[in-house]
């Protein structure tokens, strides 16, 4: 048996999936280069010829779904590093909401002004936003306090500017909820939060936006209930390669899945022979929740169980640069609707056909201007702002704020 002491005092397998992460969001968000009036998508994925799309389908297609992964580490790491201080009083609302706020608000903030700054410059040239309505200054006082997927909005899925920083919001939303929920000690009831997870459903159907974000946030605290509890036993090698060995065979499956689509051929069969009253196109809608349950549910949490589990067991590996990545990982994801937006006035205004964007040269240049910009936003103005706050926020907290996160 490993003691917990001698367990990680930093998951750097989790900073590798942060890094990563981003990088497939860009993906499922090329789509929008192709939308009509840059606002309705009139075809599917497989017919818009996205770049390297037959070898990169599975990812095209379960990229929305990443940010479900955000949320999942965020519960687990929230669970691991900040439910006992909050239980104890160790740490206080004020330093825990000045932490939090320091590491979402800077790039927020950035990201929020360059788009209403370009939102106008596009609609001057195409008569239209591009993909994201709503940028009037109701959103904008919305975005400025990061409360707009709070309900406030007129329409959640059009809730202006910096549209992928709903999550951003959520995430607010999601930092008081977990801050009551361990200051009440729930944080070790696992029943209470099994319960949250099978109701998040429920509240994902009235309010997709925020039941997504306690689904998942929820999901990855029972991982590290589950990591808690594995780390603690004298088996924990063998549960480990076990674990380990079940990943790679359900990731295998599912990149098989996706290059020879043999479970959707086979639902698609036994939906028309269960089913035939419904259509193909209900068939496919089924089919799609039932995977996309699976990747949120199954797929995601047991790849950052293994994560944790074979870094406990067989030590982390340091990759300097991986590190840095994951820690540009908000800056990346902030940054690259923004950029898209200016990509298309570049083009637009140039003249140039928009068919370039079909183009596997154009995916991967976008890719050589984010990642370095997002290193030399986070670096020279995040982290100085992230200091400054924190320096300036420690000093009208009870307790000194702590350094993580």
């Not at 990812?59 to 940010?67: H, I, T």
């Not at 320091?102 to 596009?122: D, G, N, S």
């Not at 990061?146 to 329409?155: P, S, Y």
């Not at 429920?202 to 605290?221: D, E, N, R, T, W």
Request: aromatic residues 18%.
């Amino acid at each position: 048996m490993i003691p917990l002491s001698s367990c990680p005092k930093y998951f750097f397998g989790l900073d590798a999936i942060r890094a990563i992460a981003p990088l497939v969001v860009v993906m499922t968000h090329w789509q929008f280069f192709y939308y009509t009036d840059d606002f309705v998508l009139n075809t599917s994925l497989e017919n818009l010829h996205l770049p390297l799309y037959p070898y990169l389908s599975m990812f095209y297609n379960l990229a929305p779904l990443v940010v479900d992964l955000f949320f999942l580490l965020s519960g687990f790491i929230f669970f691991w590093f900040y439910s006992k201080k909050i239980a104890t009083r160790e740490i206080s609302l004020g330093n825990f909401l000045l932490l939090r706020f320091t590491r979402l608000y800077p790039i927020h903030l950035i990201t929020l002004i360059v788009l209403a700054i370009l939102q106008p410059i596009m609609y001057s040239l195409n008569g239209h936003n591009f993909i994201v309505h709503n940028n009037d200054p109701w959103h904008f006082f919305l975005h400025v306090f990061l409360i707009q997927t709070w309900g406030f909005e007129k329409t959640p899925a059009l809730n202006g500017f910096n549209g992928p920083s709903w999550s951003a919001s959520v995430e607010v939303l999601l930092y008081l909820i977990f801050f009551l929920f361990c200051w009440l000690k729930l944080h070790k009831n696992k029943v209470i939060i099994v319960a949250i997870v099978l109701l998040a459903p429920v509240m994902q159907y009235i309010y997709p936006m925020i039941g997504q974000g306690v689904y998942s946030f929820f999901l990855g605290a029972l991982a590290y209930h589950i990591y808690y509890w594995i780390a603690q036993k004298s088996y924990l090698k063998k549960v480990t390669n076990v674990v380990i060995v079940l990943t790679i065979l359900i990731w295998i499956f599912s990149f098989a899945e996706y290059a020879f689509s043999f479970t959707r051929n086979g639902s698609m069969i036994l939906l028309q022979k269960f089913l035939p009253a419904k259509g193909a196109v209900v068939h496919t809608r089924l089919f799609d929740i039932v995977r996309n349950t699976f990747f949120r549910t199954v797929m995601s949490p047991i790849t950052l169980l293994m994560t944790a589990l074979a870094e406990t067991t067989y030590g982390s590996l340091k990759i300097k640069w991986i590190m840095t990545l994951a820690n540009t990982s908000l800056a990346m994801y902030l940054l690259h609707f923004p950029l898209m937006v200016l990509s298309v006035i570049l083009v637009d205004s140039f003249g140039i056909n928009r068919e370039i964007f079909h183009s596997a040269y154009a995916l991967l240049s976008f890719y050589a201007v984010l990642i370095p910009l997002s290193l030399v936003i986070h670096h020279y103005i995040e982290v100085p702002i992230q200091q400054m706050l924190r320096k300036k926020g420690s000093k009208t907290t009870r307790k000194p704020v702590a350094a993580a996160a």
